[in-house]
Each structure stands twice: as structure tokens, then as C-alpha cells.
């Protein structure tokens, strides 16, 4: 399996502000996952976008895949102090383990 | 809540003891995930189980470490002759079998304190 590498390592945001991250993987994949993990609710997944999908939405989350890039960004939009979290991207070739970069790390100032 | 459950949720030992972890997952899910975490980096895959198989163990699992499933339900992890480098968070995870989905459901995790 292979894992995603998240960027930047840390984002600082107001309230209110779009949170953007990026995610870079290495080889071909099925889908890929994108996870949240703060100390109140532990790791939840937050979306999944296959391999022929280019983007996805799910409330205020937007994700993009560009396979010819090997690349994923998770777009926030209007953030909250709920928001935040670290964010991780898990890039799936097969449909078993997941593996996680050291993911991105957002606060989300009132 | 019908989530992964995970006990204990805190677990301090002496280097050298032998500590056990238990996960309860989803009751309908088949697979079932354990991973470990340490400070400032993503989760790293330790071990697998498909029903009571065990299909793939890391590298990350020693000798020192051992997980079962028995009946395919619930599932232990033993540490032997704990070390200052196993104070991690350990979490388990379960997923369905097969479907259009891969998502996983965590638990919230058993943060081992080696001193």
C-alpha cells in the first residue's frame, strides 16, 4: 500500500476563511479516503472519491482527484472552530489497510 | 452508540509488564483493523483480520506483539515485555466486507504510557 503525503504540514485561519490542503501519493489507486482526528471525536472519515471521480462534495467539504498529478485537495469552506483537527489522506490501491502521512493540522482562530 | 469501542482508554505500565488491549467492533463488520499512532504522525497499520483470520501483520509487529480474533468478533492486542518505545495510541478500527465503500470506523483508542 502506499501513503499520501499531506501539505502544508499546518494551517492557521479565521473563522469564516476556506481551509485548503493538498495530498500527493505515488502510485495508481482506487480511491482515496480523506480522514479528520481532534481530541474530542478520535479518527472519522469524511469522503471518499474513486478513481474515475474528479471531484465530490459532501456539506462544506470539497475534494478534487487529479490521477495524471497523483494528487487530492480537501477544500473546507467557511470554517468553524469545530473544524478544528488534523486532517489526513488515505490513498487506497488495495481495499484493506489504510496508510497516513503525518497529515495537516488546521486551527481555526475565532 | 453502536461504534468501535475500545478498552481501556488509558493504560500506564512498567517497561518490562505485559498489557492487553481489547476492541469491540461494528457488530456486522467483518474486517477489523489495528493501528498505532505516536505523537505528531498519522496512524500506521499494524495488523488485519478478515472474520477470526489474521490476513497480514506490519513489520511495525514484533515478536513482542500478538492480536487475535476469536469467533470474529471481538479482538485482543498483547504487548509482552512492554518497552518505552511501544507508548503509542492504539487504535482499532472495523470496515464492512466488500460493497462499494472502503470507509473504516475507528475507535476512540488506547494511549499506552511505557514508564
Known amino acids: 500500500s502506499q501513503q499520501g503525503e499531506e501539505d502544508p504540514q499546518a494551517l492557521s485561519i479565521q473563522e469564516g476563511e476556506n481551509a485548503t490542503m493538498n495530498c500527493s501519493y505515488k502510485?495508481?489507486?482506487?480511491?482515496l479516503q480523506w480522514y479528520r482526528q481532534n481530541s474530542g471525536r478520535g479518527l472519522v472519515h469524511l469522503i471518499l472519491i474513486r478513481s474515475n471521480e474528479r471531484e465530490k462534495h459532501s456539506g462544506r467539504l470539497r475534494v478534487t482527484l487529479d490521477t495524471s498529478k497523483k494528487s487530492s485537495s480537501l477544500l473546507i469552506t467557511a470554517s468553524r472552530a469545530a473544524d478544528t483537527a488534523s486532517y489526513f489522506c488515505a490513498p487506497r490501491s488495495n481495499d484493506y489497510k489504510l496508510s497516513f502521512g503525518a497529515g495537516t493540522t488546521v486551527t481555526v482562530r475565532a | 452508540d453502536t461504534g468501535v469501542s475500545q478498552d481501556p482508554r488509558h493504560k500506564i505500565t512498567k517497561r518490562g509488564q505485559n498489557v492487553t488491549f481489547r476492541c469491540d467492533p461494528i457488530s456486522e463488520h467483518n474486517r477489523l483493523y489495528w493501528y498505532r499512532q505516536t505523537l505528531g504522525q498519522g496512524p500506521e497499520f499494524l495488523t488485519y483480520f478478515q472474520n477470526e483470520a489474521q490476513l497480514e501483520k506490519s513489520r511495525l509487529l514484533s515478536d513482542r506483539f500478538s492480536a487475535e480474533r476469536p469467533k470474529g468478533s471481538f479482538s485482543t492486542l498483547e504487548i509482552q515485555r512492554t518497552e518505552q518505545g511501544d507508548s503509542a495510541m492504539y487504535l482499532c478500527a472495523s470496515s464492512p466486507l466488500g460493497g462499494g465503500t472502503y470507509e473504516q470506523y475507528f475507535g476512540p483508542g488506547t494511549r499506552l504510557t511505557v514508564t
Open positions: 502510485t495508481s489507486i482506487n480511491n
